[in-house]
């Protein structure tokens, strides 16, 4: 079991950045795949951003060049850097981990992630 908690959500202008914290329960977490997702009001819960077990990243291509994630085993911290931020970028981000190995583009399947953190709000003002 594990237990996922968001942080450093917030208001900010178009342009400006924000990062992303995601910290993790238990003993296990270099064995999960660990991603971001976001969900804009109206809208389904798209992938964003995922880090792999073996520290391989993949992106959204909304986010490319933008985003950065990472993730720190020895603190059991998942995080995503944002940078250039656009009023598109408005959503609720969700971490969300996997106990099982994703690679390639299963990574963008919410359905392959077994827990979830509650979110944390990112509102991007033009």
């Known amino acids: 079991q594990v237990q996922l908690v968001e942080s450093g959500g917030g208001l900010v202008q178009a342009g400006g950045s924000l990062r992303l914290s995601c910290a993790a329960s238990?003993?296990?977490?270099?064995?999960?795949?660990m991603a971001w997702f976001r969900q804009a009001p109206g809208k389904d819960r798209d992938f964003t951003a995922a880090?792999?077990?073996?520290?391989?990243?993949y992106y959204a291509d909304s986010v490319k060049g933008r985003f950065t994630g990472s993730r720190d085993n020895a603190k059991n911290t998942l995080y995503l850097q944002m940078n250039s931020l656009k009023p598109e970028d408005t959503a609720v981000y969700y971490c969300?981990?996997?106990?099982?190995?994703?690679?390639?583009?299963?990574?963008?399947?919410?359905?392959?992630?077994?827990?979830w953190g509650q979110g944390t709000q990112v509102t991007v003002s033009s």
């Open positions: 238990g003993r296990t977490f270099r064995t999960y795949t």
């Open positions: 880090a792999t077990i073996v520290g391989n990243t």
């Open positions: 969300a981990a996997s106990s099982t190995v994703v690679v390639g583009t299963r990574v963008r399947d919410p359905h392959e992630y077994d827990y």
